[in-house]
């Protein structure tokens, strides 16, 4: 894939705004699951993107949140899609969702793209390029400590049993660092976190679609990302994800270690 390539899919994404604003679509609602839910947005954009990709590049797999099946990504170029990351806020009219796509390439992320159509802000990176805003260069924040992190944290609501494990840390962070913050989007936490508007970002259990984009929008900011344990993420399967500006990833992995630890006993 050529930058004149990965311009052509920013497009396409960018193109979604119109079914994103499609206010019918937004409240035809189904529940999947507790506390998980997925509107006719969700899928008119993602059977949009599939569409126009794989007219370009039938070659091209795609994994997205709202099919049956995950496509195998070892060895293989795939596009990872989130069509709607924040179905909930965008059922409640919270305008803080984001269409999120990543390309796989056999052995890394070469390629996201995260769209806010309600800021119109568009975060991209490339493998090796850089990450941007608007076709702005972004990095991550200078936070050399946990007590000047602002953190965001996500509350894994589709596994409530999670609590147990996510609040009595979040009181910990909260104590520790500057204040904290929940967004109910992953790919935007992840993007202000490559942009420096946050400095830590965790959450159990999140989705290979939820983070991929916003991993190398870290990644090429100058931040770190890892599991809770500090094993590099695995695309294939879900994740316990951990994203830092870097200097605090040490601390962070820490107290998610202590709390894992505390989980299993």
Known sequence: MTSADYSQVVRLVQNA???????????????????????????????????????????????????????????????????????????????????????????????????????????TAARGEGAFLNGQPIQVGDAASIDQCLVTVGTCPYRKSSAAVNFPLFQQVFLESLDLRRSGSAALDLAYLACGRIDCYFELDLKPWDYAAGTLLVQEAGGRVTGWRGETPNLAQNCDLLATNGPVHGHLLDLLGKALDQETR
């Open 17 to 123: 705004r119109e079914i994103i604003f499609d206010r019918e679509l937004a409240h035809q609602v189904t529940k999947k699951g507790l506390a998980d839910y997925v509107t006719q947005v969700d899928f008119a954009v993602q059977d949009y993107l599939r569409r126009e990709l794989y007219s370009r590049w039938p070659q091209i797999d795609l994994m997205a949140e709202e099919q049956k099946d995950r496509p195998p990504v070892e060895g293989r170029q795939v596009w990872i899609l989130d069509p709607i990351d924040g179905t909930t806020n965008l059922i409640r009219g919270y305008r803080h969702s984001a269409v999120s796509l990543a390309l796989w390439d056999r052995d890394h992320l070469a390629f996201g793209v995260v769209y806010n159509p309600f800021s119109e802000e568009t975060f």
